[in-house]
């Protein structure tokens, strides 16, 4: 009887001291949104509909929103109808074919300025035209190399444009349309020779340069096509490469980071980040990182 009361003493102390305290978050009182200034929720709605839609919102746009703000006192809920109607919303409105269409051209862009440098569409298509050109050159010549070659330069170049759309009726996901921008012959004239192309894959995608053995293998697998392992896995080609770095959960921490660090200029603290990577890896929808942002009261400046 003293062996089983002891016991069950013993349980009670070992799975009693395993329960969580509840996290308690200080400085968080909710603040007197009644007593916001129309001025700076006007901002909000300005800075929301250039963020997401890229554009200032029309008066009457402005006018509608900021009423329906405020009669909801600035609640979570009403934020979060504004900010899933600019990024959802397929209805026709004056100056773009919808909403949603001109969020996904607004990630689009973000993505190619964080890649390529925001090259334009129409630079894209001419340098597409040239290798076009020269792959039907090759072809009249008899030369099936070059043609092979200049005509997957092309096709690659075309996936870039074509990522928009389909990353917008998700075809795709965000890490393929990042391939598409690292994975080309624009990308390689950015970053030029295998030394600047590792150095930047790195920086693009994990805001770091790569640690000595991670550069060394890198190197050899995209200079040499030979084997090497990184994260714990082999590659032997420069897309196996890009497809490894897209694939780890350093990548998703990127998103993250790239998110707040051009919505809310800082780094998102150790915190934020455990709170939104698991579901980022599971929805890869950057969208809901964003929104999340776009519904605290840092961002809207109602602190």
Not at 173 to 182: D, H
Request: overall charge negative; hydrophobic content about 40%.
């Amino acid at each position: 009887m003293v062996r089983v009361t002891y016991l069950f003493l013993l349980l009670t102390l070992v799975f009693g001291s395993c329960k969580k305290d509840p996290v308690v978050f200080e400085n968080n009182d909710i603040p007197p949104y009644d007593e916001i200034p129309t001025i700076v929720v006007n901002n909000y709605v300005n800075r929301l509909f250039i963020d997401i839609i890229g554009r200032e919102p029309l008066d009457a746009e402005m006018s509608a929103e900021v009423s329906l703000l405020e009669q909801n006192d600035l609640n979570q809920e009403s934020r979060e109808l504004l900010v899933q109607k600019l990024m959802y919303s397929e209805e026709p409105v004056d100056g773009d074919i919808s909403y949603n269409h001109a969020c996904f051209h607004k990630i689009y862009e973000d993505t190619k300025a964080r890649f390529i440098e925001g090259a334009s569409d129409g630079y894209i298509n001419e340098q597409w035209f040239i290798f076009r050109s020269a792959a039907i050159a090759d072809s009249i010549a008899g030369n099936m190399v070059g043609y092979t070659k200049n005509m997957t330069d092309a096709n690659k170049l075309t996936a870039i444009i074509e990522s928009k759309e389909e990353l917008r009726n998700q075809e795709i996901v965000m890490t393929e349309m990042y391939r598409r921008m690292m994975y080309n012959w624009l990308y390689d004239e950015i970053n030029m020779n295998t030394f600047n192309f590792v150095n930047a894959s790195f920086d693009d995608l994990y805001y770091r340069y790569p640690t000595d053995a991670e550069f060394e293998n890198a190197y050899n697998v995209i200079e040499f096509n030979e084997p090497a392992q990184l994260f714990g896995e082999i590659a032997q080609t420069k897309l196996e490469y890009l497809e490894l770095l897209l694939s780890t959960e350093e990548c998703y921490e990127g998103m993250i980071r790239w998110s707040f660090k051009s919505l809310l200029a800082r780094e998102p603290s150790a915190n934020e980040v455990f709170a939104l990577l698991g579901s980022l890896i599971l929805s890869e929808n950057v969208l809901t990182v964003q929104e999340s942002i776009y519904l605290t009261d840092e961002y809207a400046g109602f602190e």
